[in-house]
Nanobody
């Protein structure tokens, strides 16, 4: 079974922080690529943080670099997204995703057609 379950979203004022969690099934956790994406109403889905596991490399979107940090807890099969200095423009539905293809995210976080997705968790940042 492939399972990804996000949690940790909520409402926060600008400048605040949130930590999102993505609990993954073992199959999902072993995927080549594990990432966070977000989609705001009326906007395209964009990559937030994508981890290329074979090289232990993480790519961050330009809009979040320096503010958001992705990490893994192997013992818990959990991926986290620590979000700091939140801005209203960070408001979106956040999804975690996994893909097993060998070089799928080798060069970055541009791909959005991941095979497996969580249900999403809403993050709302007020001004």
């Amino acid at each position: 079974q492939v399972l990804l379950v996000e949690s940790g979203g909520g409402s926060v004022q600008a400048g605040g922080s949130l930590r999102l969690s993505c609990v993954a099934s073992e199959f999902a956790y072993r995927s080549t690529c594990l990432g966070w994406f977000r989609q705001a109403p009326g906007k395209e889905r964009e990559g937030v943080a994508v981890r290329y596991q074979p090289k232990n490399r993480t790519y961050y979107g330009d809009a979040v670099t320096g503010r958001f940090f992705s990490s893994l807890d192997k013992a818990k099969n959990t991926m986290y997204l620590q979000m700091n200095s939140l801005k209203p423009e960070d408001t979106a539905m956040y999804y975690c995703a996994a893909d097993p293809r060998s070089s799928f995210c080798l060069y970055g976080l541009g791909a959005t057609d991941y095979r497996h997705w969580g249900q999403g968790t809403q993050v709302t940042v007020s001004s």
